[in-house]
């Protein structure tokens, strides 16, 4: 059950030859969930080792056009190649608005494709709405009529008593959502690997006579079974302790994560914005963006393994790049999001970086 | 009067990290008109030498994703900067359906400008419908709501007698436009610098006394002047014959543009598509687009003194590309031009390729 995150573009506001904006893949034993699409995002998957063939889910934060712009595009390149509808539905999640802006796009654009695709938009709560919303209330509802390849979405409401929204859940894995305070509706992401089995222990079931085989996936399962020599053998004694899933935490725009804190507890990675250093603090206010000491106090809220520093202003140059006076790289955002007592790991994402989540055991 | 033409994105379809979709920008004194805007034509513009603050127009050949799908991220991005409402009007022309895109994107994203921004629509005609319109035909026209910064934009209808679309005149510069076929409505733009008054005899004038001065703008603006000796100069006499303007032509998708003629004849630059080489000229025709030969004998048609080959397929290397087994670069292209009869220069465009449209005299 391998797990790893790609981090495709780690810019904030918009691109540059160098530094690509928003954009990451969560990747499970090859199958690629995409988090956030800003303009350009085709582009870098092309560079990464990544195939767009192998994405299933996108997943939009919210929909300011440095993580949405890319969408309609992606969508387009990865119909090309052979004609057949071969491949599955692509499941996309995101606020309120999507599913028109993405909608009319491909229907002024007549695009059409050799998939399937749906949307469901998660609603926000009214507190969330933008603050000059009475000034300037653009109609966000699609009409009637879908796109050609377009399936029926949900409205997928919050849970009152979880405070959270249910997104997906299969035997193995499970996609909540949580509010962020930015400027416009805007999601976290919680993916939550469930407990998994213990492992078998082989040496104790091979001294009973039991070698691999049949018997080992029925006492897994949660069976007894018999050994050659009649001998009962219990699930309990033959499995060792379950192996806790992994929770990785990929927020968007925030200058207050804190109602993540409820699902986002005890990450065992946390993908947390970074856009301006912490001398700066009130013009990331302002424009409802994070410094690396309010993402690090947060880690430390949540009790998080490690803290990736994403989402930074094009001004910072990269670890490799040499600076001239009056220039910093992304390494100061690593340091101050260190020196605030967060005592966690702390790594800042570089396009086309990938990061392994290691098992617990 | 400076002219030329870079080109930021050549390929057809799909942009790669190798080659970006369709954008072409025409300069004229500084002033920069952008033809086309694919998917990351923001970070093509700025490997190039032009600065984004110097687009003034937009023209938007057809609403295919690569030609449109780079056009919301790029406005975000001229935004840019300082706060204050200090640019001028942006203006965009492109076909039934821009307007609709551009706000709704603009409005879902909540993006808002320091600088106000207008689409003008040309309205094609209905045998430029898309085949299958009967099946799908969304509602392509905007709301009644617009952006805070967009002004209200003209529909504008052919001109019967000319059979084409006047976009835009002063006293230097016309620009026209006239019907390609493709799969969608797609249009071609004809840029025409005016006839320009010839060049003042300064030697024939400083003969007779005449310095350069005021009288030289006097004669130059077609008054007769006179001599300190008492002798009247007339501009016939004075100046050299009119410079003939230059003529820029610039095509959408096309697998027929014979409707160009009319407005396209004698150019001195005609940049036409040419995805695949002839030996697809089946593949080309089904999907609207052209090969070498076809826009060759275009070229042939209309007069061109020169011919520039851009959107090609991703299939083709670079010139400078090494090349494996049955793989071609983009040479096949401009040779199969020439090979087809037509005798002006023919030219390939490569991602930031500039070329200089030089005076006629
Ligand atoms: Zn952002
Ligand atoms: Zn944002
Ligand atoms: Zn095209
Ligand atoms: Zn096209």
């Not at 997906?168 to 996609?175: A, M, S, Y």
């Not at 946390?270 to 013009?283: I, R």
């Not at 006076?325 to 390494?331: K, L, Q, R």
């Not at 955002?333 to 790594?347: K, R």
Request: aromatic share 6%; with cysteine.
């Amino acid at each position: 059950a391998i797990m790893d995150l790609t981090f495709l573009g780690t810019a904030s506001c918009f691109p540059t030859p160098k530094r690509g904006v928003s954009s990451t893949v969560f990747r499970h034993d090859g199958e690629c969930w995409m988090f956030d699409c800003g303009e350009g995002t085709q582009i870098q998957l092309m560079k990464s080792k990544l195939k767009a063939s192998h994405i299933t889910k996108i997943f939009i934060t919210h929909l300011h056009g440095d993580h949405l712009f890319g969408l309609p595009g992606l969508l387009c390149t990865m119909s090309q190649g052979t004609a057949e509808a071969k491949k599955n539905k692509i499941e996309i999640y995101g606020p309120w608005g999507l599913r028109k802006y993405l909608r009319v796009a491909l229907e002024m654009s007549r695009s059409t494709f050799n998939f399937s695709y749906v949307v469901h938009e998660l609603i926000h709560s009214p507190v969330d709405l933008p603050s000059d919303w009475t000034e300037w209330h653009p109609n966000h509802e699609a009409d009637d009529h879908h796109h050609p390849q377009e399936e029926e979405g949900r409205n997928i409401e919050m849970d009152v008593d979880e405070e959270c929204w249910l997104l997906f859940e299969d035997k193995r894995i499970k996609v909540k959502a949580a509010p962020l305070t930015h400027r416009i509706p805007c999601f976290g992401y919680v993916i939550k690997e469930k407990t998994q089995v213990g492992k078998l222990k082989a040496g104790y079931l091979k001294e009973r006579g039991i070698p691999p085989g049949p018997l080992y996936a029925k006492i897994k399962d949660g069976n007894n079974i018999v050994s050659p020599t009649g001998q009962v053998i219990t699930p309990a004694e033959a499995i060792g302790p379950s192996i806790p899933g992994r929770k990785i935490v990929i927020l968007g725009d925030t200058k207050d994560s804190s109602r993540m804190s409820r699902i986002a507890h005890d990450a065992d990675i946390l993908v947390h914005e970074a856009t301006l250093n912490n001398e700066h603090v009130e013009k990331c206010l302002e424009a409802g963006h994070s410094t690396p000491a309010m993402a690090a106090n947060f880690a430390a809220s949540i009790n998080a393994k490690s803290l990736v520093l994403f989402h930074v202003s094009q001004r910072f140059k990269a670890l490799n790049e040499p600076t001239e006076e009056g220039e910093e790289t992304v390494e100061l955002l690593v340091q101050q999001a260190s020196e605030a007592g967060y005592t966690g790991q702390v790594v800042i994402a570089e396009d086309l970086d990938t990061i392994t989540i290691q098992r617990k055991i």
